[in-house]
């Protein structure tokens, strides 16, 4: 609701502002507790760490990764985004399942999403709008995680922080 229709259902190349970049990482320091580690970009949640920065009314390209052998469902807050590709660099079973994984994040296209998979040792990439148009575009702290809560708990977790626009030329 509220994403818009046909055309203005979609977010185009040129209106992406910032790059951003998401590790989904499993470590196994067999000497550190909770083994295994569940972390995002190898840092651990810290609520007073801002992993990256937006512009309200601008919009982003996400790269989501995962150098596990298992899914991770991506949930970020406040926005829905826009799933633009899926890649899995390891996916065993028939090419059945394998096509159902890709429909599963990208069909129907376009469709807006707050959680996607990011497949076994593969990567997904995903547009989203922070807001585009609207006077009243949400700002401030959020979060974007792991949706298995588990791992969400054992800190597959990170803020970001969606700004102010900038005074002129605001996206």
Not at 7 to 31: H, K, M, Y
Not at 94 to 123: C, H, K, L, Q, Y
Request: glycine letters at 8%.
């Amino acid at each position: 609701p509220g994403m818009g229709v046909g055309a203005n259902a979609t977010i185009s190349p040129a209106e992406i502002s910032s790059q951003l970049g998401v590790r989904f990482e499993v470590n196994t320091a067999l000497d550190t507790m909770p083994t295994p580690q569940f972390v995002i970009d190898q840092q651990e949640f810290d609520y007073r760490d801002i992993r990256a920065t937006v512009r309200a009314r601008g919009a982003a390209q996400w790269t989501l990764t995962s150098n596990m052998n298992y899914f991770h469902p991506f949930h970020v807050h406040v926005n829905p985004f826009l799933v633009k590709s899926v890649t899995s660099g390891f996916l065993e079973g028939s090419d059945e399942f394998r096509r159902a994984v890709v429909e599963t994040n990208m069909v129907p296209t376009p469709m807006w999403r707050d959680t996607v998979f990011i497949p076994p040792m593969g990567s997904t990439v995903i547009w989203q709008h922070f807001g585009r148009g609207r006077r009243d575009a949400w700002q401030g702290k959020t979060v974007f995680h792991c949706h298995f809560l588990d791992h969400e708990d054992q800190g597959m977790i990170a803020a970001f922080m969606i700004a102010a626009p900038e005074a002129q030329g605001a996206s």
